[in-house]
């Protein structure tokens, strides 16, 4: 017989294995899942500087360490939040350079 000594919202069976006591009786061990790496939304790489914790631990921690001093940080890769910026930089100087050109041809 075995006895179930700890109450757990979601009994998986993939993380369930037996075990005995010092004193002979069958108990149930409950192993805690396996962690993922956040991931960064655009190209899917895994995030640096944010531990690798499961959601409910992850819930529990200071903002300072679920997160990366920058714009986006905590959500997008260093790279991918630098393309960002340049990419916003270009369109806007593109558009200067239309509002130039049409200035230029409605003068002459």
Excluded at 16 to 24: A, D, V
């Amino acid at each position: 017989q075995i006895t179930d000594h700890d109450l757990m919202a979601k009994a998986v069976v993939s993380t369930q294995s037996t075990g005995k006591t010092p004193g002979g009786k069958l108990v149930i061990h409950y192993a805690t899942k396996k962690t993922q790496i956040s991931k960064c939304g655009d190209c899917k790489l895994g995030l640096r500087g944010i531990p690798a914790v499961r959601p409910v631990k992850l819930a529990s921690l200071s903002r300072r360490v679920k997160k990366v001093n920058r714009v986006y940080g905590g959500s997008k890769c260093g790279k991918c939040v630098r393309s960002r910026i340049i990419r916003a930089f270009l369109i806007e100087e593109q558009k200067i350079v239309a509002k130039v050109l049409k200035a230029q041809a409605a003068k002459s």
